[in-house]
């Protein structure tokens, strides 16, 4: 086995998990089908490969099968029930699993590119072994801060902390202004406004370590741009593949000459 399958099988083992969690027991088959679903694979991970009916990633799937890559860590079981093998999830499993689950969660629910969330989720696991702690920034629990979901104070603090810096840097004569469209919510809605913005993550934020956080915050400014809520919406609007900032000024411009 190759180094390079080992590497493989780690951008899968906690969307692998988390799947197998949420649908109780899933086969092989299933696990390929769900997974394909969640991250969406493209590039050489989408080509079929030679005279199979397999995609090169549909391969890494059945390869973190056969080399029970789950049940050595012990995260998971496979047992043959009714001639299917089937994976469940265990105690051990779970306890990684949740110690997870914002990274989880801010990696699937961003729309990012699947090579980002790929990379993302393999430094995740190597970080982890490493006993290194993984942090988050996810900007959707700053969307959502009108339901009150507090349940991660520390998360929610922590992507403060990133809006700040990103607003700190976007903002001119105390205004700050939406990438795509130009739109002032201070200027529309008067002091209401002031410094509301939404910042879309272009590519993850996410910390290994204990590096110093200012400077942490400083790079990640790199990843992360403000928009006005319609456009981020247009963002995202197809989930597969977010728009960029240049693809979706194309699609206004011709009409609204900005
Ligand atoms: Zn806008
Ligand atoms: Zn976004």
């Known amino acids: ?147 009150k979901r507090n349940r991660n104070v520390t998360l929610y603090k922590r992507s403060s902390k990133l809006r700040d810096f990103a607003i700190k840097k976007y903002t001119l004569d105390g205004h700050i202004k939406c990438v795509v469209c130009f739109f002032d919510f201070l200027d529309f809605y008067g002091e209401i406004g002031k410094n509301y913005i939404e910042i879309h993550h272009v590519k993850p934020v996410l910390q290994y370590g204990e590096e110093e956080e200012n400077k942490f915050l400083k790079d990640a400014l790199e990843n992360v741009i403000p928009a006005c809520s319609n456009c981020h919406r247009m963002i995202h609007r197809n989930r597969e593949q977010p728009l960029s900032v240049i693809d979706l000024k194309a699609c206004i411009q011709p009409r609204h000459n900005i």
């Open 1 to 147: 086995m190759s180094g390079g399958e080992r590497i493989a099988e780690r951008e899968l083992m906690l969307p692998a998990l988390f799947l197998i969690d949420l649908r109780k027991s899933l086969t092989t088959s299933d696990l390929i089908a769900e997974l394909t679903h969640l991250m969406h694979p493209s590039g050489e991970d989408a080509k079929i490969l030679n005279g199979r009916k397999d995609t090169k990633f549909s391969q890494k799937v059945r390869n973190l099968v056969s080399h029970h890559t789950l049940e050595r860590l012990g995260y998971a079981t496979y047992q043959r029930i009714r001639g299917n093998g089937i994976f469940q999830i265990t105690e051990t499993g779970k306890g990684y699993l949740i110690e997870n689950m914002s990274i989880i969660e801010y990696l699937l629910s961003n729309d990012f590119a699947y090579k980002d969330i790929k990379v993302s989720f393999k430094h995740v696991s190597i970080a982890k072994e490493a006993l290194k702690k993984v942090l988050t920034y996810d900007e959707n629990l700053m969307i959502t801060e009108g339901t």
